[in-house]
């Protein structure tokens, strides 16, 4: 016999299977019984499992199969096979007028060998901008597995202040613009409106810390007014 809780949760994951094709996730679990947290969710699917109502698929998630129903529910309908398509659908495209002087951005092909031209930066360098360190004649071509959604540069690294983090004086790094960035990123940072550094952002109360990663570099700490991050670094290039 089964507590009303679990009598509840074997049914909404009976229909979710039915009208899915999987199994509801914990949160959907918990949201549905209304729950507080996922260990209840938890000690309800052990105990339909060890009644024999549930099984769980060893190695693969959100795996739940509904075994049995208890004997007071008609039997389950069976799942209705996806209509096909009443006739193939074209491309959806968008017409409208584009400012000549905005070029499309390149689009990631579909292959993994497809590349991305990016616009290149020049070398980091004190007292200049990141804006002023592009060169509308420079870019450079990125594997498309490198970056994903968002707008993104590159840059060519000046120094050795970052070289225990694996990034070496004259490597080209990736940077998706942003500018906010979770605590320990890698950043591309502008300080006071003037200097452009690449450096880890550690926020500390109400300053904000960049650190090198090589211990003969000082660590600089400023007030939140003074530093704007302006790029987030995902990936970067290296010539041998």
């Not at 509801?24 to 260990?39: N, R």
């Not at 000549?100 to 993994?112: F, G, K, L, T």
Request: aromatic share 4%; net charge positive.
């Amino acid at each position: 016999m089964l507590t009303r809780k679990q009598h509840e949760l074997l049914i909404f994951i009976d229909r979710h299977l039915r009208e899915t094709g999987f199994s509801p996730s914990f949160e959907e679990m918990k949201a549905a019984l209304a729950l507080k947290s996922k260990s209840g969710i938890h000690r309800l699917i052990t105990a339909l499992e060890e009644r024999g109502f549930l099984r769980r698929r060893a190695h693969r998630a959100r795996a739940l199969e509904v075994i049995r129903l208890p004997e007071n529910l008609a039997p389950r309908p069976p799942r209705a096979a996806p209509k096909a398509p009443e006739a193939p659908l074209g491309p959806n495209v968008i017409r409208g007028p584009f400012a000549a002087s905005i070029a499309p951005r390149p689009q990631p092909e579909s292959n993994d060998n497809a590349a991305v031209t990016l616009p290149l930066y020049g070398r980091i360098a004190a007292g200049v901008p990141i804006e002023a360190l592009r060169d509308n004649g420079t870019s450079v071509d990125v594997p498309a597995a490198l970056i994903g959604s968002g707008d993104h540069y590159a840059l060519e690294v000046a120094g050795d202040s970052m070289i225990d983090a694996g990034i070496l004086d004259g490597d080209t790094v990736i940077i998706n613009r942003a500018d906010t960035a979770e605590n320990g990123a890698i950043v591309v940072a502008l300080v006071d409106e003037n200097e452009v550094t690449l450096k880890r952002l550690r926020r500390r109360g109400n300053s904000i810390a960049l650190e090198p990663a090589n211990p003969r570099h000082e660590t600089r700490i400023f007030g939140p007014d003074r530093v704007k991050v302006q790029g987030r670094l995902v990936g970067l290039l290296r010539r041998y």
